[in-house]
């Protein structure tokens, strides 16, 4: 596997159901971010990882749980989702850590469906 | 605050050269990245600019005013696999990077 992988691509889920969304990056990166990416609006930057370490909660329903074990991994766990979470979902990572925040390298994203 | 413009659709001839502006206001400002998502894949980057000034790669130049919180991306000879969207991302304070709604690019034969 090369470059920023995430799995799975497509995912519907009812709004009681709990489910996980995994990224893994094979950079050597130290920095992974969760975006959601919805129709007609920018990309939201929900999530960075620097290092392992959170440094940004961009005010993300708790109903959102992100865990990253270590550089290469990143998750997001979802439980009790509602139908305006349905978006894409993408992960990206940058090298030395945020210094190089500005060139993010992207997976595929998830297409979520919450029904 | 933070505010970032650029326009939300652009059309151009397939050999033609488009510019797609972008004017941003952000904290503590860094640089400015541009960077390419095709319909249902995702963003890649393309470039960074720090200082004022063009920086060209191939058919793709993007330049960057810090004077005037304004920078472009410069396609040249459009091919069809040009058309995409194009987002402007400017890193603020804290290496924080905004994406706007980006730029519709279609080019027509």
């Known amino acids: 596997e090369t470059g920023v992988t995430q799995t799975p691509r497509h995912l519907v889920m009812g709004m009681t159901n709990k489910k996980s969304l995994k990224c893994e990056q094979h950079?050597?990166?130290?920095?992974m971010y969760w975006y959601k990416q919805s129709a007609k609006k920018p990309l939201e930057l929900m999530f960075v990882?620097?290092?392992?370490?959170?440094?940004e909660n961009n005010s993300v329903p708790s109903r959102f749980s992100p865990e990253c074990p270590n550089s290469s991994h990143l998750f997001l766990h979802l439980h009790t989702l509602q139908p305006e979470d349905s978006a894409l979902y993408l992960c990206?990572?940058?090298?030395?850590?945020?210094?190089?925040?500005?060139?993010?390298?992207f997976g595929p994203g998830t297409r979520l469906t919450v029904t | 605050g933070q505010s970032l413009e650029q326009p939300s659709e652009v059309t151009a001839v397939e050999g033609a050269i488009v510019q797609i502006n972008c004017t941003y206001q952000?904290?503590?400002?860094?640089?400015l990245s541009w960077y390419q998502q095709h319909d249902g894949g995702a963003p890649t980057f393309l470039s960074y600019n720090a200082l004022d000034g063009l920086e060209e790669t191939g058919r793709f130049s993007s330049f960057l005013s810090r004077s005037d919180s304004y920078g472009y991306l410069l396609l040249q000879e459009l091919q069809m696999k040009d058309s995409a969207s194009y987002f402007c991302a400017p890193s603020g304070g804290y290496q924080k990077v905004t994406f706007g709604t980006g730029t519709k690019l279609q080019v027509i034969p």
């Open positions: 952000t904290s503590g400002f860094y640089g």
């Open positions: 990882y620097n290092f392992k370490e959170q440094t």
């Open positions: 950079l050597g990166h130290n920095a």
């Open positions: 990206a990572s940058s090298q030395e850590g945020l210094a190089k925040a500005y060139e993010q390298y």
